[in-house]
């Protein structure tokens, strides 16, 4: 069984930033692709980035690049989600997600989720 749990959620106003961590519970980290996730209330869950096994290739979601960085430490077990620029419009609960094979952008395709952390953006 593989674990994730998310950490660095919080509140912060619009314009300043917020680094997400995802630990996993596995020495295989680095056979997993990482993905970000939100969902905001009463909407439905969206890609935010993605990364490969080994951070060399990196995907993100039109609404989010140029704002946000995707990276992992495989030797910590680690992925990490870098946001800048935070907007109202990007609060959301934040999922990170693992999936064996190359990274994609679609939820269903990712076989294990944490359980998420708060993101809040005030104006």
């Known amino acids: 069984q593989v674990q994730l749990v998310e950490s660095g959620g919080g509140l912060v106003q619009a314009g300043g930033s917020l680094r997400l961590s995802c630990a996993v519970s596995?020495?295989?980290?680095?056979?997993?692709?990482m993905g970000w996730f939100r969902q905001a209330p009463g909407k439905e869950r969206e890609f935010v980035a993605s990364?490969?096994?080994?951070?060399?290739?990196?995907y993100y979601a039109d609404s989010v690049k140029g704002r946000c960085t995707i990276s992992r430490d495989n030797a910590k077990n680690t992925v990490y989600l870098q946001m800048n620029s935070l907007k109202p419009e990007d609060t959301a609960v934040y999922y990170c997600?693992?999936?064996?094979?190359?990274?994609?952008?679609?939820?269903?395709?990712?076989?294990?989720w944490g359980q998420g952390t708060q993101v809040t953006v005030s104006s």
């Open positions: 997600a693992a999936r064996h094979g190359p990274p994609r952008l679609r939820s269903p395709e990712y076989e294990y």
């Open positions: 596995r020495r295989t980290f680095s056979s997993y692709a």
């Open positions: 990364i490969s096994l080994s951070g060399s290739s990196t």
